[in-house]
């Protein structure tokens, strides 16, 4: 079995069955958790937790426009590198077609030369990211070996990506494996850091919007 | 086994045990998805007062959440399954002692601002019953509770001294102040920061509820909103002092209580009264601007204009965290023709930097007062002399900042100028509700 071979076999099986597992048991671990139930009355008019979680999840995707100022870079930076992600991912053609080998469907793909355009825009989003952290005094108060580590892993398969596409270094077959392998660290690595946010938003925003909503509160 | 641990400098020992226990009781899924939540992207000290005033990194409110993510690490983590998982030290509670009570007021400011929407107000009131079990926390903060409890009021305000007080202030002013009436529909309630040193707020207040012909009384079974016990993590002394307000509700028959200007007063009564007892409470909680503005809904407010120019400060858990921020401006509208407001204002206003009980920490005043800059400037901004709050605690706060800076503006209180501007000649009704 060459390097590719075992990236492409049990290197990411692993890492899909680690992520798989991990991310449901952290689910289930805070889900099966009792919530607090609020014996208050409810202010009169205040919507039901559902409504009220549904709406907090959906406001907070832009900041309020008092805050708009302060938090510009982090917002607009935030959303380069997540969307950016987020469309390699789910829009380059070999993803779709790794993704179809997983779930069976597939879709049409951007074209490549976008996709590599998006990917540098990524890494670049994700360097800018980098050096926040490092230059701004409460990044560098807050900041804990998670995020460096998830910084790194999130950057190994853009950095190995575009390396791949550009056929840079080693020969393309090394390449192709060593992205692969970032992947399954990726993976690997999700369910245990702060990349969980990506679930986790959901619960978080939902619990305030429903805490602060049955007071009648406008966040 | 002893829990107890004294360092080598002679500070008072300290139970790290109890500490941890406390914190590892928060276990609903509201707290733990919150302690799990943080991506630390530092947006939150945009948002904090005290940041702002000192922009020292260490007040960025997500750190408030780490003694308690510590402790449920060091429990029930990857790390803590093979044993390397670090369990909370009397240095972590010593070094962070202050982030959870001298500086934070829990105005949910960084709640606003947070993208994944953590509620650390929340998490700072666990932890300070936390650190309250391990024998931290302010001097003059726990002081306070315990007078609640053994006197009546963290002030020393007794019954006995109630009584006296408003006897004396109902002579001075010629107002009737009923007090332990046998039956009324509504039970006002004091803070006796008002009492002993704002005493015309309570003037004030009986003065607009006697022209809207309220059935009201205070009681001397329960009069003191304004809960220390809760503020300084001591469920006890909370219980106890909610406890004598329902006791106090029950023997008047009143349907209502309204708590008078204190947010966080209103807070506690509102919100967490009938969580920390277990059970609903039988009766309204009403501030006492959504009370008012009720009365001026239904007719039974008149008030001459008001045209000198003021702004308003809006109490964080009135507010922002109360859901009464339009009740403040209803009761202006019509009636303050030079109202300004500040930037920002509503849910969005600074906080004065003495909430949560901040201000009856003597050792964080120099905190406070950097904070106060903050509202310094946005009273400046509105070019109004007078800045009004329905806080009395938010007023003392600033009335000592101002004090400290010789700042030449008026302060006062939103009840005090609406009784000011009374309109007897059209007087209502006296009307029973």
Redo the contacts between chains.
Sequence with gaps: MDLLDFARGPALQIGLYVFAFGVAF?LAS??L????K????A?KG?PGAVVASGR?IIR?MW??S??AE??RF??IN?YIFHLGLAIIVFLGTPHILFLKGLIGVSWPGLPTNIINGVAVITFLSLIAALVHRLQ?????????A??YITWLVTMLPVATGLLAISHLGWRYETLLAVHILSIAVFLIWFP?G?L??AF??F???????A??A?????? | MSTMTSPADGAKPIDVAAATAKLLGA????M???L????????C???CHF?QAT?D??H?P??KLRPMLKAHRAKSS?LAWIGLAPALTERDLRETEDLIFDTCTMCGRC?????????VA?IVQISRQAYAAAGLGPSDLMAAADASRDKGSPLGLTPEKLEERIEWLADENEVDIPLDKAKADVLLTVSSIETMKYPSSIVAMAKLMNHAGVNWTFSSKGYESTNFGYLAGNTSVARVMIERIVAATAATGAKTVVIPECGHAFGVM??????I?????PF??RHITEYLADLKRQGRLRLKPMADAFTYHDPCQIS??????ADARYLLDGFATDFREMS?TG??NWCCGGGGGVQAMGRAADVRHKVFKIKMDQVEATGANTLISACSNCRLTMDESKAHYHWPHEIGSLVEILADHLDDTARPAAAAE
């Design positions: 952290r805070l889900l958790l009792p919530r607090l609020d014996l208050s009355a202010r205040a907090e907070r900041p309020q008092v805050y302060a938090t982090t917002t935030g701004s005094p409460v990044l560098k108060a807050i900041s804990t998670n995020d245990f702060k969980m946010h986790l938003i619960l978080s925003r939902g619990t305030t919007g805490h602060l049955h007071r009648g509160a406008q966040l | 276990t609903s899924g509201n733990v998805t919150y799990q939540s943080c991506v630390h992207c530092g947006q000290a945009a948002a940041y922009k990194p260490r960025t997500a750190l990857p709640t606003q601002v947070c993208p994944m929407g953590i509620d929340s509102r919100y967490a009264a009938a969580n007892l277990g059970r609903p409470l309204e909680v922002r965290r109360g859901g009464a921020t920002p849910n969005f």
